[in-house]
């Protein structure tokens, strides 16, 4: 099958390859991009972990992966085949010498049947603990020495805290270039966030509504109906506030309020990113309980199914304070959106698993129709669904029928599955294609991550200074506390209910 001969040949390293993100998203991944012939003609992947395995027990594995979990479900047997001769395992651990000689004599092997130096790319597919220790080791090795051909892709979360987010950027930027380090949220590689831009810039018909004139305040989301799994140490460790606050929900509130930028030039558009959340009014811990709060599931009963409580879940105090759920209020303050209010939540154990942004428009200034035709007024409002259903909707007035004037609500849909009939890539597929042909739009620079964590500092501080008293405060099932209902509240508005659960208001 032909393969994009306008990428130099490349050579991929995955660092814990025998984990779970290899096997579920890497290699389906770049497995479909083979198929889609985005992927350069000399490509290699080289797996390095710990466990003892050869070549075709690693490519077993992964075929396995590929098999389950990719978009166009089971691979069929010759693409696989062609595939898979590009896949390489190393054992051993890179901290170690030994390992790490290893990868050197592969990397040697491969470059030389090609006849020349390869693009490198390093994925740290590790826990937290270890990506400070496997960047040293490929440092120590030499072999991610080119700042213009070698890249490390350096998975979230990235640091715990601003104190830790800022002491692993100054190891990091001691060790590669700043434009060599691909900090990954895998949230930016989904086609509908990343639909965010072109529906902003590029359409006409938003962009001047798009500020304090005409915009009574924002909503974002995202919900989960899924507990904790198998990943109650680390999240009881983390919560949802550090898991997705810090990264998914801000990531879309810059997206959603960016200005302009002048062109699609990496830096271009995540100066301005930076620049929203260099704007957001900084949020003083005595003011934390007006703006955020937080809240932990119990038992309850999710999509019909009789779910533990949080406490209850596998490797999680029994006592935890940790929370699953936050929802908090920002402000961000320039010429754009000064007075809009950004609610943003997120939660598990949620009454649907949803992710949109709702943009809730101003009334008009004067109310020209009788009180009796406008008895069920709602103010416009554009959502962007970023999943499940992929998607735009907009919700207007209009007459209904008949010989009396009275008006309603009626929405306009842009549904993905029903506009384009081509599968959509999951979000790892864009970004690795990305971080293989060294486009670092959509990755994360080290002043983007530590204002994000700026942002959120204050509330994790607070939280942190004063247990919960009523944990857990909200049934599985749910959609969160009573507190989140009364956070919004204050400035007389309301949660919208997503449309997945039928109830489009």
Known sequence: MPRNASIDPTILVIYGAGGDLTWRKLVPALFNLRQDRHLPERFAVIGVAR?????????ARLKDGVDRFSRRGKADGAAWDAFAR???YVPGDLTDPAGGAGLERKLAEIEGAWGGRA???YYLAVPPS??????AALTRLGVCRDCSRDRIVVEKPFGRDLASARALNASLSGMFAESQIYRIDHYLGKETVQNILAFRFANSLFEPVWNRRYIDHVQVTVAETVGVGDRGEFYDNAGALRDVGQNHLLQVLCLMAMEPPIS??????RNKMVDVLRAVRPIHRDEVHRVAVRGQYR???VLGEQVPGYREEKRVAPDSATETFA????NIENWRWQGVPFYLRTGKRLKAKVSEVSVIFRSPPLQLFPSAAVEGWQPNRITLRIQPEEGIGARIQAKQPGVRLLLGAVDMQFRYREAFKASVPEAYETLLLDAIRGDATLFMRADQVECAWTVISPILEA???VPPADFPDYAAGSWGPESSELLIAREGHRWLRPETEGNPG
Do not use: H, I, Q
């Open 327 to 330: 929802a908090f209020k920002l």
């Open 51 to 59: 466990k003892a395995l050869d070549d075709a027990a690693f490519r």
């Open 86 to 88: 590009d896949l390489y």
């Open 130 to 135: 270890v990506m400070e220790p496997a960047a």
């Open 119 to 121: 693009n490198r790319v």
């Open 463 to 465: 939280w942190e200074s």
């Open 299 to 301: 038992g309850g009963t």
């Open 264 to 269: 699609f030039a990496a830096d271009e558009v």
